[in-house]
C-alpha cells in the first residue's frame, strides 16, 4: 500500500468511528458528538488524496472542489441535527414521523430560498450575491441528503 492510500484510510475510519461503523456502511448510526464528526469530515477533506499529504480548504485548487462542496453539505447536515437538538425545529428530514409530502414541504421551503436569492438581484443595479446564492444550494443539498438517510434507514413510507 502507497503511503497516502493508509492516510486517507486513517481519515475514513475516524469518520466510519464517529458513525459507530466497523466492517461496512450498512446500518449507520450517527453519533450525537457532532464535533468530532465535524473534525473528521474536515480532515477528511483536507488531505490532498494524490499527494497524500494536508491541504487547507482555503488554499486547495479546482481538482478538489468536490471535496470542499460535498463538505460543507456534510457540515450543514450536522448543523441540521444540532438545531434540530436545541429545538428550533422539530424534525429533520432524516428523521421517522415524517411523510414524504412534508418532507417534499421541509424540501421546497428551502428550494424557494434560492429563488429568494436570485430574485434579489433583479432589477437595475442589483446583482445576485453568490455567497448566499451558494449557502441555500447547500441547504437544498443537505435536505436531499436528510431525505436520502431516512429512505436507508427504512423510515420513509412507501
Ligand atoms: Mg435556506
Known sequence: MIPHDSLIDSRVRKIRECFFLTESWDGISISTDNNRLVAALREFA??????????????QQNGTEIQRVMLHVALERVRQNGLREQGKFAYTCADAGLSNAERFMVL????????????????????VSLERLRTELVQVAAVCVAWCEAI??????R
Open 108 to 127: 421546497a421551503e428551502e428550494f424557494g430560498e434560492v429563488g429568494h436569492e436570485l430574485n434579489e438581484g433583479l432589477g437595475e443595479g442589483r446583482s
Open 46 to 59: 483536507e488531505c490532498d488524496w494524490d499527494a497524500g499529504r494536508d491541504v487547507k480548504l482555503e488554499e
Open 152 to 157: 436507508d434507514g427504512g423510515r420513509v413510507e
